[in-house]
C-alpha cells in the first residue's frame, strides 16, 4: 500500500506541475498567486511547483511594472527558448526546413530545390539542411529537442514511409536513418497531417475542431481533424484524397487509379496542363512561380489555365465536405499562393454543386501560414514529443490518433 500511496502521489505532483507549466506557458506572465487563484491549487504548491520549473530552464522571473502597493509582484514566463524545435516539409521537388523555439515561431529557414527524387540524393540534400538548421540554433539548456518531418506519401503508425508515388519510394525508413545520422529524435507524419496540425495550432483552423486542410502540391493530400484529434485510419494512411476518382475512364495514375483527383487539379496538372497549351510559347521547363508571374501581367493564356485548375478543385472539394460535413477546409501547401486567381473558380462550382446546409456550414479558406503549415506541423511534433518526455505535457493532448 506504502508504494501505491507513493506512486500516487508522484502522479499527483506531475499533475499539478504540468498545470502550472501550461498556465505560464499559455497565459504567463502571471505571479504565483494568479496561477494559484486561476487553477484553485494552494500557494505552496504552486511555489513548489514553480521553483522545480525555474530550476529546469522552462521557466523565468521578471518584475512586473505595476504594483497596487507594496511589494511588486514576480511575474513567471514561459522560456521558449529552453530549447529549439526543426520542422521539414520535405516536397517532391524542393525541400523546406524551418528552426522554431519552443513556441512555434521560426527562428531560421533554409529551403533547396530537388532535382532528383532518387533516396539517397534527397537523403544527402535532407541531411544538409538539418545539419545548417542545427548549427544556426542559440545555445540553450536542451538544444536541438527534435526534427519532425513531412512527406508526401503513405506513412504508418510506426512512422515508416509505406509507399510515395510521386517520390516512386517504397518501404522507406527515413526515421532511422535520419535518427541514426544526427542522434536526437525524428518524428516522420505524412505532408498534408503536418499542414493540418500546423494550421489548427497557429494559422486559419485556430480554435476550429472539425477541419479539412487539403495540401496541394506536385500531388494532392489531407489532413482530417475531428473533435481537435487527427484522423489517421486503421493502419495511419487514410486523407489520400489525391487519390480518389474524378474520372471514371480518365488518365492513368502513378498509384495504379485512373482519373485521380491529383491528376487534375495538382501543381503538377497545372504545370503539365500550361505546357500543353503554351501558355508561355514553347517552354517546356515551366514553374510554378512563372506562371504567378504572368498571371500578374494579365497573360490570358495563363488566367485560362488557373480558371481551369480552380474548376477541378472545387469538384474535388465538393466531394470532400459532403464526405466529412467540416466546420473548415483550407487549401494550403504551394498552390494557395494562386490564390487570387483560383478562388472565384472554386467557390461557383461549390456553389452549383454543394447543398444549401453545407454551404451554410462550412467555410472555405486558404492557409493563413502559407508555404509553411507542413514544416510547422511537424517542428510542433517534435515538441509536443520532448514535452511529454519531461512530463510536461500529455503526449496525446493535441492531436490525438483515432484508430477505427
Known amino acids: 500500500m506504502k508504494k501505491q500511496r507513493t506512486g500516487d502521489q508522484n502522479f499527483v505532483k506531475q499533475m499539478n506541475k504540468s498545470i502550472v507549466f501550461n498556465s505560464i506557458k499559455n497565459k504567463g506572465p502571471m ?41 511588486k509582484p514576480v511575474m513567471l514566463y514561459f522560456n521558449n527558448h529552453a530549447g529549439y524545435s ?48 542545427m548549427a544556426k540554433a542559440q545555445d540553450s539548456p536542451y538544444g536541438v529537442i527534435g526534427i519532425g518531418i513531412g512527406a508526401p506519401g503513405y506513412v504508418d503508425l510506426d512512422e515508416k514511409i509505406l509507399f510515395a508515388p510521386n517520390l516512386k519510394w517504397n518501404e522507406v525508413d527515413l526515421k532511422a536513418d535520419i535518427e541514426g545520422e544526427f542522434d536526437i529524435p525524428v518524428y516522420i507524419q505524412n505532408e ?50 489525391g487519390h480518389f476518382t474524378i474520372e471514371a475512364n480518365g488518365r492513368k495514375c502513378t498509384c495504379g487509379n ?63 465536405i459532403n464526405t466529412f460535413n467540416p466546420e473548415m477546409v483550407i487549401i494550403g501547401n504551394r498552390i494557395s499562393q494562386l490564390n487570387n486567381w483560383i478562388e472565384n473558380p472554386i467557390k461557383h462550382v461549390l456553389q452549383e454543386r454543394l447543398s444549401e446546409l453545407h454551404k451554410e456550414n ?12 507542413s514544416a510547422l506541423g511537424a517542428a510542433s511534433i517534435s515538441i509536443s514529443n520532448f514535452f511529454s518526455t519531461q512530463r510536461l505535457e500529455s503526449l496525446h493532448s493535441f492531436p490525438k490518433t483515432i484508430q477505427i
Open 31 to 71: 505571479s504565483r498567486t494568479q496561477i494559484s487563484k486561476n487553477t484553485g491549487l494552494n500557494k505552496a504548491t504552486v511555489s513548489t511547483m514553480a521553483s522545480e520549473l525555474i530550476d529546469e530552464s522552462f521557466v523565468n522571473e521578471m518584475e512586473s511594472g505595476q504594483s497596487s502597493g507594496g511589494r
Open 86 to 133: 526543426i520542422g521539414i516539409d520535405l516536397g517532391v521537388n524542393y525541400i523546406l526546413g524551418v528552426l522554431t523555439d519552443l513556441n512555434g515561431t521560426i527562428m531560421e529557414e533554409l529551403s533547396s530545390p530537388l532535382s532528383s527524387t532518387e533516396y539517397t540524393e534527397v537523403k544527402r540534400s535532407l541531411n544538409a539542411i538539418i545539419e545548417s538548421l
Open 192 to 241: 498534408a497531417n503536418c499542414g493540418a496540425r500546423g494550421e489548427n495550432l497557429y494559422g486559419a483552423g485556430k480554435d476550429i475542431s472539425n477541419l479539412v486542410y487539403i495540401s496541394i502540391g506536385i500531388g494532392i493530400g489531407a489532413g482530417i481533424i475531428i473533435h481537435n484529434e487527427l484522423y489517421s485510419g486503421t493502419s495511419g494512411i487514410s486523407g489520400e484524397i
Open 258 to 320: 485512373h482519373g485521380c483527383w491529383e491528376l487534375y487539379a495538382s501543381e503538377n496538372a497545372l504545370l503539365q496542363n500550361a505546357t500543353q497549351q503554351k501558355v508561355l510559347n514553347d517552354r517546356e521547363d515551366i514553374s510554378l512561380e512563372e506562371i504567378m508571374a504572368d498571371a500578374k501581367m494579365g497573360n490570358p493564356k495563363v488566367l485560362h489555365v488557373l480558371h481551369t485548375l480552380g474548376e477541378y478543385i472545387g469538384i474535388g472539394l465538393t466531394n470532400v
Open 362 to 373: 462550412t467555410v472555405v479558406n486558404f492557409s493563413v501560414l502559407g508555404k509553411y503549415s
